[in-house]
Nanobody, 123 residues
Framework: QVQLVESGGGLVQAGGSLRLSCVAS????????MGWFRQAPGKVREFVAR????????YYAASVEGRFAISRDNAKNEVYLQMNSLKPEDTATYYC????????????????WGPGTQVTVSS
């Protein structure tokens, strides 16, 4: 099992920045990659960004490309999401996720989820 805990959410004005953190514990060595997802009220959960533990390669949703940056610290088992130029439509609960296999990783189908952290962007 892998446990994930997010932090860093909050209220920010449009155009501002936030940095989310996710700490992974448990059998983290069994995971292939990490990702961030978000869910706004009344909407389905959507993919935001992902990163491979091995080489740090990343991939982003088109809606956040160029504004958000995902990174990881292998030694600390931590993953981060730097969010810049935030917009009101970025308001959502953000979830950290871990995927055990390459197949599910590239399909954005995580095996483990954190409880989420709220990000609210005011206009």
């Amino acid at each position: 099992q892998v446990q994930l805990v997010e932090s860093g959410g909050g209220l920010v004005q449009a155009g501002g920045s936030l940095r989310l953190s996710c700490v992974a514990s448990g059998r983290t060595s069994s995971t292939y990659g990490m990702g961030w997802f978000r869910q706004a009220p009344g909407k389905v959960r959507e993919f935001v960004a992902r990163i491979k533990w091995s080489d740090g390669s990343t991939y982003y949703a088109a809606s956040v490309e160029g504004r958000f940056a995902i990174s990881r610290d292998n030694a600390k088992n931590e993953v981060y999401l730097q969010m810049n130029s935030l917009k009101p439509e970025d308001t959502a609960t953000y979830y950290c996720a871990a995927t055990a296999t390459a197949g599910y990783y590239y399909q954005n189908r995580p095996d483990y989820w954190g409880p989420g952290t709220q990000v609210t962007v005011s206009s």
